[in-house]
């Protein structure tokens, strides 16, 4: 695992960005699992930037959602697939339509799961992950406490996932409970890894996940001791401590 800290959120994004460019450059045919949630969004909007500019082209990369709510009807404005959609996939030139994805109204999620797992093994797994650190330390929506080999499958969401989650829609009350996600196996088995952490209100939960005891209950400090993991934080995120010489890469 290597530790990047930036001084700011914008550099966050502009580096994070040029590394997924750099990822598509070198595989066009790229298997991607993007993060939906705040972390990413400088990132999504640097890395439109640099599509726009005619750096990557994106024909060929092949997209798998991270995580969905259930219960959601097709239309509903909360659908992180529909967030994904706009501010990731759309700006960079790529068919939603072409994703595999999960479905928040599904009458059989669990079987979903199953054949989300199955088709990521079927291209030979994620080339490159793109995640947010939860302030349970979740990443996707793998909750407290989730092993390291845990299958897709639908999950509760924890009430600080609600708490956190909330922010995004105007309450608690707007959150669903229940959310279907990419496993720990799945994530972990990603050739590349990025994961990116911005703000001071992430601080403690980032260095729980990068420096301390390793397990389910911490399902982030899954990502520690894995070469092919690179944890962009904002100096918000990380304090001023220097970055531990285990981290520096
Ligand atoms: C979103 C996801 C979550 C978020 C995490 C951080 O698809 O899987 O794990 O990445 O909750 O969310 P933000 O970035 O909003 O702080």
Same mark, same amino acid.
């Given at each position: 695992?290597?530790?990047?800290?930036?001084?700011?959120?914008?550099?966050?994004?502009?580096?994070?960005?040029?590394?997924?460019?750099?990822?598509?450059?070198?595989?066009?045919?790229?298997?991607?699992?993007?993060?939906?949630?705040?972390?990413?969004?400088?990132?999504?909007?640097?890395?439109?930037?640099?599509?726009?500019?005619?750096?990557?082209?994106?024909?060929?990369?092949?997209?798998?959602?991270?995580?969905?709510?259930?219960?959601?009807?097709?239309?509903?404005?909360?659908?992180?697939?529909?967030?994904?959609?706009?501010?990731?996939?759309?700006?960079?030139?790529?068919?939603?339509?072409?994703?595999?994805?999960?479905?928040?109204?599904?009458?059989?999620?669990?079987?979903?799961?199953?054949?989300?797992?199955?088709?990521?093994?079927?291209?030979?797994?994620?080339?490159?992950?793109?995640?947010?650190?939860?302030?349970?330390?979740?990443?996707?929506?793998?909750?407290?406490?989730?092993?390291?080999?845990?299958?897709?499958?639908?999950?509760?969401?924890?009430?600080?996932?609600?708490?956190?989650?909330?922010?995004?829609?105007? #309450?608690?009350? @707007?959150?669903?409970? $229940?959310?279907?996600? =990419?496993?720990? *196996? !799945? %994530? +972990? #088995?990603?050739? @590349?890894?990025?994961? $990116?952490?911005?703000? =001071?209100?992430? *601080? !403690? %939960? +980032?260095?729980?996940?990068?420096?301390?005891?390793?397990?389910?209950?911490?399902?982030?400090?899954?990502?520690?001791?894995?070469?092919?993991?690179?944890?962009?934080?904002?100096?918000?995120?990380?304090?001023?401590?220097?970055?531990?010489?285990?981290?520096?890469?």
């Amino acid at each position: 695992m290597k530790l990047i800290v930036t001084e700011t959120y914008e550099e966050l994004s502009e580096l994070a960005a040029g590394m997924i460019a750099q990822a598509i450059k070198d595989k066009p045919d790229l298997v991607l699992i993007p993060a939906t949630g705040e972390s990413p969004v400088g990132t999504y909007r640097a890395l439109a930037n640099l599509f726009q500019a005619g750096e990557f082209e994106t024909g060929q990369v092949r997209i798998f959602q991270l995580d969905e709510y259930l219960g959601l009807e097709p239309d509903d404005h909360r659908l992180l697939g529909g967030w994904m959609d706009r501010m990731m996939l759309e700006p960079i030139g790529i068919d939603p339509a072409k994703t595999v994805g999960f479905t928040s109204n599904s009458p059989d999620p669990a079987a979903d799961a199953n054949a989300y797992s199955a088709a990521l093994q079927a291209v030979g797994g994620a080339d490159l992950v793109i995640l947010g650190l939860g302030p349970n330390g979740h990443i996707g929506f793998n909750e407290p406490p989730a092993q390291a080999d845990a299958p897709a499958r639908v999950v509760p969401l924890t009430p600080e996932s609600v708490i956190s989650n909330a922010g995004y829609w105007g #309450g608690a009350d @707007q959150v669903p409970r $229940l959310a279907i996600t =990419a496993g720990l *196996r !799945d %994530i +972990l #088995g990603g050739r @590349q890894i990025l994961l $990116l952490v911005s703000g =001071a209100h992430k *601080r !403690d %939960i +980032l260095h729980r996940s990068l420096t301390g005891p390793v397990g389910p209950e911490t399902p982030g400090s899954f990502l520690q001791g894995r070469d092919n993991v690179i944890v962009v934080a904002d100096r918000a995120a990380w304090g001023d401590e220097p970055t531990p010489p285990a981290l520096a890469g």
